[in-house]
């Protein structure tokens, strides 16, 4: 028996008993958190109703103040407009998008204390020349909570609890209807869980930011020679356990076998989408991959003959989220691989070697990039 075994099984027990008392903890703390949270948010709403029957006496600056806060949420240039405001008269002007105007007019009339707008904005159809109309974010505007991407404690709680009772309701129904209901019960509790939005989740329409892994990591070699390592794809599968196989072909782009979770054989095609050397190197996968993704490294000479690297991953498994929630189950965690990856790296290009069982020589790699079609595979 697993957990009755001589040899193993006390410690087996205690670490089940030890990951269980840290469950009940956690899931203490969340309660304690969505209470807080409906509880503020009671306040909030109450306030909010007793406002619509009493009126209340707003100063200028408080006015002016939520007037701007409000600009903020539905203007991408809210700095362009002036807002003046006298006994609940609001005076706005100044440059703004013709896009936004109904929307920040909109947004400014549901104010708590603006009576009345006097509308003395210029509507441009795009920013042209107008300095003050250059950068600035698009704002998504006021948006349901369950439509944002992040929620709050009390919407993951009461969808967790939505989720729950349409399980039940499906599993008493029958045929589609059962499978159907079921399926969405189980979304709806892992984006309440997790608070990953659901394309995400599920990996659609995301391309291949479904996923992102970050490190940082200083090498004790130049970084001329750190950066034409990495520019020379062709020696991945030398220190790289899961890639299997890379093919170079012309302009920057390159063929990819990787070895996933139950040993599961993925392909693509990727494109060097820019180079800058001894600097930053960027690519992506072209369109159509079996798994989407991008990479992006920044190079940095540190000093003393010292180079740091900022590696940011990020890819869309089958699946989204999901889908790498369950290669984790199969043992295949990306974030781990990256870490032993990247040691087995900064070995090699500091003693010449890799560690592990498998001992990897640097002279032994394949100098240089620019051989079309070269071929380079971990079984040799």
């Not at 100063?59 to 409000?70: F, G, K, N, P, Q």
């Not at 020679?225 to 920057?252: D, I, S, Y």
Request: hydrophobic share 40%.
């Amino acid at each position: 028996m697993y957990w009755a075994d001589p040899r193993s099984g006390r410690a087996r027990r205690a670490h089940v008993r030890e990951k269980a008392w840290h469950l009940m903890l956690s899931v203490g703390d969340a309660l304690e958190v969505v209470g807080r949270d409906m509880a503020h948010r009671a306040r909030g709403l109450a306030f909010k109703l007793r406002s619509r029957f009493h009126e209340e006496d707003v100063d200028d600056v408080t006015l002016e103040a939520r007037v701007r806060s409000a600009l903020g949420r539905v203007c991408s240039h809210p700095g362009s407009i002036q807002v003046s405001c006298r006994q609940g008269r609001v005076e706005l002007k100044g440059l703004v998008l013709a896009s936004e105007v109904k929307q920040v007019l909109a947004q400014v009339r549901h104010v708590r204390g603006v009576q009345e707008i006097d509308d003395d904005l210029e509507p441009h159809p795009e920013a042209g020349n107008h300095p003050k109309l250059q950068g600035g974010i698009e704002r998504p505007g006021v948006r349901p909570e369950l439509m944002q991407r992040s929620w709050s404690p009390s919407a993951r709680f009461l969808v967790g609890l939505g989720s729950l009772g349409l399980l039940a309701y499906g599993l008493s129904s029958r045929g589609v209807v059962r499978w159907g209901l079921g399926g969405v019960s189980l979304l709806l509790g892992v984006r309440s869980v997790t608070n990953v939005e659901l394309r995400r989740l599920t990996g659609v329409g995301v391309g291949p930011q479904a996923l992102t892994l970050h490190k940082d990591i200083t090498v004790s070699a130049p970084v001329n020679e750190v950066f034409a390592f990495w520019q020379a794809m062709h020696n991945f599968p030398r220190f790289m356990r899961h890639v299997e196989e890379v093919r170079l072909h012309k302009e920057g782009r390159s063929s990819w076998k990787v070895r996933g979770p139950a040993g599961i054989l993925f392909e693509w095609d990727a494109v060097t989408t820019r180079i800058e050397p001894g600097k930053l190197l960027e690519w992506k996968s072209v369109e159509g991959a079996m798994v989407e993704n991008a990479g992006c490294i920044r190079f940095e000479d540190v000093g003393n003959g010292r180079t740091r690297l900022d590696i940011r991953l990020s890819y869309n498994p089958p699946a989204g989220a999901i889908g790498h929630a369950f290669a984790r189950l199969l043992g295949a965690d990306p974030k781990r691989q990256m870490d032993d990856d990247l040691l087995r790296f900064k070995s090699l290009m500091e003693l010449g070697k890799t560690t592990g069982h498998e001992t990897v020589r640097r002279d032994e790699l394949v100098p240089g990039r620019g051989v079309e079609n070269w071929v380079y595979s971990e079984r040799g």
